[in-house]
């Protein structure tokens, strides 16, 4: 499938909607592609331009959606198209309805044991017929390559059609791009997406997401762990998507 991208500050992001993205997921799925997906907010791209081996990344990635409200902004601006927010709380949960209809399997890498647990919960109730192939809570922090080789042997071993990975930024981005290909299926990470669906953690509500405002209601909800976050990134990249915005008046129409 032909893709476009659209350069926001120094990130290289997917123009695409809904439907291609989750067709393309579920193509990805029936080959169990090697392929990682990256899902870009205000913070991802900041971090880019701050940290090279971290553009690399999300610059090489299959896709690299535009998961915060900004970024969609920025890009339907600059690609004169409407972009929508594809964010990871709603591929997951579309994707997974699309698996049910294709009998496709999933792995869920990340988060907690308890979080893991209600999450399985929620996805079985929403789509019985789904199948789970398999969960893992990796250890908090650096675990050993005999552990890493283990989890890969187990993800491979389940014969999942996708991996979600849940392991928050930027550490889920690093653990696909270095895991992309050992593990034999398309790796998607989507952050905050098995707490929010596993309940253990409140998503702002629908007003609030339509309306470019659920990071504020994220802020609200966990003052002390996003507010360097979303009040230092957030104003960076807008400042660096002014001297953007300022660098195509200066070079006029192309």
Known sequence: ??????????ARISVLGWEQAVAQLLDWGAQRAPRYVCLCNAH?????????????????????????????????HFARTRQPRINGPDL????????????????????????????????????????IAG???????????????????????SGANLVFVGLGCPK?????????GRVAAPLVGVGAAFDYHAGTLR????????NGLEWLYRLGAEPRRLARRYLVTNTL??????????????????
């Open 1 to 10: 499938m032909p893709e476009q991208r659209q350069t926001v500050l120094g």
């Open 44 to 76: 991802s791209v900041v971090c880019s331009t701050r940290d090279a081996r971290f553009r690399n990344i999300i610059n090489n990635a299959d896709l690299a959606t535009a998961d915060g409200a900004p970024v969609a902004w920025a890009v339907s």
């Open 92 to 131: 997951m949960w579309r994707y997974l309805a699309a698996a049910e209809r294709h009998s496709q399997s999933v792995f869920l890498y990340g988060s907690t044991p308890h979080t893991l647990a209600r999450l399985r919960e929620a996805i079985a109730a929403a789509f019985p017929a789904l199948r």
């Open 135 to 157: 969960a893992l809570s990796p250890p908090f922090g650096q675990h050993s390559a005999q552990q890493d080789r283990a989890d890969v042997d187990c993800i491979n071993a």
């Open 172 to 180: 889920q981005e690093y653990w696909m791009a270095s895991h992309c």
């Open 203 to 210: 998503r702002a509500p629908l007003w609030w997401q339509h």
């Open 237 to 254: 990249f807008m400042v660096g998507l002014a001297r953007q915005l300022l660098r195509g008046r200066r070079a006029g129409p192309s």
